[in-house]
């Protein structure tokens, strides 16, 4: 079968059409998976998804992914809930720019979300395309993250004085579950070669990304700034919009993504998976 896919136009994401993802055959995988490599980011509007349905197409592309910081939806050990009631108060979670779970040894290769209430207006995801905003960086920055280590940590985030931690809003929807696992720290490169691709992609960003192995604090932070201000320029970027029973896909390991605004006044509930490291994908040449 040939898919009907319309790329977004914009540094990366395509929508496809006419599938149900509910009955694919490992044929239909296989093109999905070569659509998701190609385009990073692949929307399938009027998916009518239960569940267990959002599980068994996660399933198709990788084990599940480790959660942490977070409990799942009732009845549920991989499903989380990305919520947002239309009277709550609390500061907009993921609205910063940030590869899921990049602090992790094996970070999850991709995300599903999927749209179960969107509200009319706003409530856009943003995406920036990694290997893009690589390939075009100027060398004299390049240069200077070339062959650098990352030091990755959820702290910021996730730690008991981290922006979702003691002090966060009383009314905030979503089960967030801040700990002091989060202080812990992972390597990563800075550039990293995609294992199936084989292209070279930025990976992740300032926020996760808190210092470089061996660099001083201070030129760490200045340095990761310049590349954080190039990485995330509008025209690496790609924005969804939203609708209801749309499952979105990307590849965590060559996109950004953060949280939009802009729909006060109206509920937003969207569940979750990620798309566990999996080793039995074959590796690029
Ligand atoms: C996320 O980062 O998982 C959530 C993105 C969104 O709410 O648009």
Redesign the pocket.
């Known amino acids: 079968m040939t898919l009907d896919i319309v790329p977004s136009g914009q540094a990366c994401g395509a929508t496809v059409r006419g599938l149900d993802l509910r009955t694919i055959d490992d044929e239909l995988v296989a093109e999905i998976r070569a659509a998701w490599l190609e385009h990073k980011v692949l929307a399938f509007p009027d998916q009518q998804f239960t569940d267990d349905d959002l599980e068994r197409f996660t399933l198709h592309f990788g084990p599940f992914g480790q959660e942490p910081f977070f409990a799942p939806i009732d009845g549920r050990v991989h499903i989380a809930a990305?919520e947002r009631r239309a009277d709550e108060t609390s500061p907009l979670?993921?609205e910063n720019w940030?590869s899921?779970w990049s602090f992790q040894e094996n970070p999850p290769d991709g995300?599903c979300?999927y749209g179960k209430v969107i509200p009319p207006h706003g409530?856009?995801?943003l995406y920036a395309n990694q290997t893009a905003a690589l390939a075009a960086m100027p060398q004299e920055l390049r240069s200077r993250i070339e062959g650098k280590i990352a030091v990755h940590s959820a702290r910021g985030g996730y730690a008991p004085d981290g922006a979702y931690g003691d002090n966060d809003a009383d009314d905030r929807s979503m089960r967030i579950r801040p700990s002091e696992e989060a202080y812990a720290t992972q390597l990563h490169p800075v550039i990293r070669t995609h294992r199936e691709t084989g292209e070279e992609s930025l990976f992740s960003v300032l926020g996760y990304i808190i210092g470089i192995d061996g660099m001083d604090d201070d030129e760490a932070r200045a340095l990761l700034a310049e590349v954080y201000a190039w990485e995330t320029r509008e025209e690496f970027q790609y924005q969804h919009t939203w609708e209801p029973d749309m499952l979105v896909m990307w590849d965590n390991r060559c996109v950004l993504?953060?949280?939009?605004g802009g729909y006060d006044g109206y509920d937003?509930l969207?569940h979750?998976t990620t798309i566990g490291y999996n080793a039995a994908v074959p590796a690029s040449a």
């Open positions: 990305i979670f993921a940030h899921d995300t979300l409530g856009d995801t993504h953060r949280a939009t937003r969207l979750r």
